[in-house]
């Protein structure tokens, strides 16, 4: 399992980037599919999460209405579209996975659960 992000990058307070997280060695069939944050001295917080086994989207309430989760699944590729970017928004954007194993997985924004990570990509947003 690899996941690789990209899209990364500095953009003025207001902006938007769309972060991509490429996945390989598994499909999204199964699977919970979270990205995550972590701002210099700060705890890892779960910014936005889908599972497999259950519709609906988790955001933290920080970046509701202003981040999306999509996926393609042809791509197998998720992304995280960022608009209206605030400077406390920069940070280290990790995607990461967990492998439900048939089961239920209710995201919740809680990065223990999750196996699997990328290796981050840097989010810089000035003001």
């Known amino acids: 399992v690899q996941l690789v992000e990209s899209g990364g990058g500095l953009v003025q307070a207001g902006g938007s980037l769309r972060l991509s997280c490429a996945a390989s060695g598994f499909t999204f069939d199964d699977y919970a599919i979270g990205w995550f944050r972590q701002a210099p001295g700060k705890e890892r917080e779960g910014v936005s999460c889908i599972s497999s086994s259950h519709s609906g989207t988790y955001y933290a309430d920080s970046v509701k209405g202003r981040f999306t989760f999509s996926s393609d699944n042809a791509k197998n590729t998720v992304y995280l579209q960022m608009n209206s970017l605030k400077p406390e928004d920069t940070a280290v954007y990790y995607c990461?996975?967990?492998?439900?194993?048939?089961?239920?997985?209710?995201?919740?924004?809680?990065?223990?659960?999750?196996?699997?990570w990328g290796q981050g990509t840097q989010v810089t947003v000035s003001s």
């Open positions: 990461a996975a967990l492998s439900i194993g048939g089961g239920f997985y209710y995201c919740s924004g809680y990065d223990l659960d999750f196996d699997y």
